[in-house]
Nanobody, 122 residues
Framework: QVQLVESGGGLVQAGGSLNLSCAASGRTCGTSVMAWFRQVPGKELEFVAYIGRSGSSMYYADSVKGRFTVSRDNAKNTVYLQMNSLTPEDTAVYYC???????????????WGQGTQVTVLS
């Protein structure tokens, strides 16, 4: 099992940027596919992006493609989500997750962080 702690959320104006971090402990995150999901109250978890174990393969939801970048530093056991050109529609709690396979479905991921709130003001 790996423990995940997200940070970096906050309040930002539309058009602004935030960089989320997800620090892993326990099993090293280099052994896991890492993903970001987000959730708005009353709605289901939405896939945002995932990154493969080595960091050479990434996949993004259409809604964030070209604006968000996922990266990882396995030496630091940390995954990042750089979010640019934010819009109010990006407002959500953002979660990082660890799993065995690169999937967009949340059920494919076994370990989850507690989430970090991102609020984008119009």
């Amino acid at each position: 099992q790996v423990q995940l702690v997200e940070s970096g959320g906050g309040l930002v104006q539309a058009g602004g940027s935030l960089n989320l971090s997800c620090a892993a402990s326990g099993r090293t995150c280099g052994t896991s596919v890492m993903a970001w999901f987000r959730q708005v109250p009353g709605k289901e978890l939405e896939f945002v992006a995932y990154i493969g174990r080595s960091g050479s393969s990434m996949y993004y939801a259409d809604s964030v493609k070209g604006r968000f970048t996922v990266s990882r530093d396995n030496a630091k056991n940390t995954v990042y989500l750089q979010m640019n050109s934010l819009t109010p529609e990006d407002t959500a709690v953002y979660y990082c997750a660890a799993g065995a396979l690169p999937r967009t479905m949340h059920i494919a991921y076994n370990d989850w962080g507690q989430g970090t709130q991102v609020t984008v003001l119009s």
